[in-house]
């Protein structure tokens, strides 16, 4: 690997494996979903699917994994890339297909089947619909319409963070300087019980991130002991909030025991995965099966629960439980191909080419004219659509790409939400999931 980051616009090569673990990461938390806590069962799934859902309940934590894949990816998108690119390669990344799903959200809780979006007696109003179309709902206090949505507002605090280090300067030195301290500023800032600091720093979930971070230098610089300890000190946070956190959040959500040490295990394994799909020989694996699944991760994070409960809804008492997970899990990827091709493909670029030339405008007129960059070279590629190796004349050198995917899982440290916010877990998939 060599240390010098390639410039935003260079062509890049997909790290497939990544597509592949982001997916499977989406799948789990689909699992969980369908067999834990969803309307479409009035409670717990059948007794006839317990062999799979005992065990699909920890698939909530696809979504540490999500983040982990994000930290990753997100830093390989920002590196080497000027605010406006990076904002609108985001842009592009993440609202048209968001748009789209909540789009299809209101039309299940207006139309087709209002009493599966009610939790707890409350049900969403069409103003809290307009309101999830800016993605800052979670911040603001107003309900998801759908409950996976709850990860795209964490995700979006991270992609203001990263931005702060773009306007800053990113290099080697300073990620390894913010990716060590800010998820211990978090912990500090939660433990003071300062509810604004603790939310935009992440407090619970910055260590899944900062190590995925972490990776990115590995992965872009090579291996060299002292960054690898810091990963050893994010996985070691992140596992003390895995512990704390997960047991209750899932027995609550599920009605389930679960397994510290399994909860434990899978923490510290988002580390490993991702090591393991990006910094060893499994990362040359590649195949256009990979890149299919990547390009589906994100629409089918944001879809599956309308529409696969709506199916399960219907077929319950109809078919046999384990045919209604897949008829449910079928109709979820199928409108998330309809998604990708209708509307993430046509409109991303659309909206990405959009989203810079209106900040390149801004920046053209805040800006001397004799001190402007050749705003011309300054163009969103493909690199933020998917993990991405960067191809150059140099050997093994990398580039930029985006999450994802992916609250159940909300702790102490985020702000207490309004006395209408719907009380159900809300639990995601990826970030994101995809990133």
């Known amino acids: 690997m060599v240390p010098a980051a390639p410039s935003a616009g260079v062509r890049t090569a997909r790290l497939g494996t990544l597509d592949a673990l982001r997916f499977a990461a989406a799948l789990a938390v689909v699992a969980f979903h369908f067999t834990g806590i969803n309307p479409a069962w009035d409670g717990q799934a059948p007794i006839e699917v317990d062999v799979l859902g005992r065990w699909a309940a920890y698939g909530a934590m696809g979504v540490p994994l999500f983040f982990v894949i994000s930290g990753f990816v997100v830093l390989m998108t920002a590196w080497g890339r000027d605010v406006p690119s990076f904002v609108a390669s985001r842009a592009g990344r993440l609202f048209p297909a968001y748009w789209a799903a909540v789009a299809i959200a209101a039309l299940f809780a207006f139309v087709i089947w209002p009493a599966g979006s009610v939790a707890g007696g409350y049900a969403p109003t069409r103003v809290d619909a307009l309101v999830n179309l800016t993605m800052l709902q979670g911040g603001i206090g107003t309900p998801d319409l759908v409950g996976a949505f709850w990860t795209l507002w964490t995700e979006a605090r991270f992609y203001l963070l990263i931005a702060v280090l773009i306007l800053i300067g990113i290099n080697r030195a300073r990620v390894l300087a913010f990716a060590t301290l800010w998820p211990v500023a978090g912990l500090m800032a939660a433990r003071a019980e300062s509810p604004l600091l603790s939310t935009l720093l992440i407090a619970d979930y910055a260590p899944y991130f900062a190590g995925g971070m972490l990776l990115y230098v590995i992965y872009?610089?090579?291996?060299?002991?002292?960054?690898?300890?810091?990963?050893?000190?994010?996985?070691?946070?992140?596992?003390?909030?895995?512990?704390?956190?997960?047991?209750?959040?899932?027995?609550?959500?599920?009605?389930?025991?679960?397994?510290?040490?399994?909860?434990?295990?899978?923490?510290?394994?988002?580390?490993?995965?991702?090591?393991?799909?990006?910094?060893?020989?499994?990362?040359?694996?590649?195949?256009?099966?990979?890149?299919?699944?990547?390009?589906?991760?994100?629409?089918?994070?944001?879809?599956?629960?309308?529409?696969?409960?709506?199916?399960?809804?219907?077929?319950?008492?109809?078919?046999?439980?384990?045919?209604?997970?897949?008829?449910?899990?079928?109709?979820?990827?199928?409108?998330?191909?309809?998604?990708?091709?209708?509307?993430?493909?046509?409109?991303?670029?659309?909206?990405?080419?959009?989203?810079?030339?209106?900040l390149q405008r801004s920046t053209d007129r805040a800006t001397p004219a004799a001190a402007r960059p050749d705003l011309e070279s300054v163009t969103a590629t493909g690199a933020d659509r998917a993990p991405e190796r960067a191809t150059q004349a140099r050997p093994r050198a990398v580039g930029g790409l985006p999450t994802h995917p992916l609250a159940v899982l909300h702790t102490t440290a985020s702000p207490q939400r309004p006395r209408h916010r719907r009380p159900e877990p809300r639990v995601p998939v990826p970030a994101s999931a995809r990133d």
């Not at 609550?252 to 060893?280: D, M, N, P, R």
């Not at 045919?323 to 493909?345: D, P, S, Y």
């Open 220 to 358: 872009r610089d090579g291996h060299d002991l002292g960054t690898w300890l810091l990963v050893g000190l994010q996985s070691l946070l992140a596992l003390h909030f895995a512990v704390d956190h997960y047991p209750e959040a899932l027995a609550q959500a599920t009605g389930w025991g679960t397994s510290t040490t399994v909860i434990a295990a899978i923490s510290l394994s988002c580390f490993g995965l991702v090591a393991l799909f990006v910094l060893s020989p499994v990362a040359r694996l590649s195949a256009q099966w990979m890149t299919v699944l990547g390009a589906l991760t994100y629409p089918v994070y944001l879809v599956h629960e309308k529409v696969g409960y709506y199916v399960l809804h219907l077929l319950r008492g109809e078919v046999s439980p384990w045919l209604a997970l897949a008829a449910a899990t079928a109709a979820a990827l199928l409108v998330a191909t309809l998604l990708h091709h209708a509307v993430e493909k046509p409109f991303g670029g659309r909206l990405r080419a959009a989203t810079l030339r209106m």
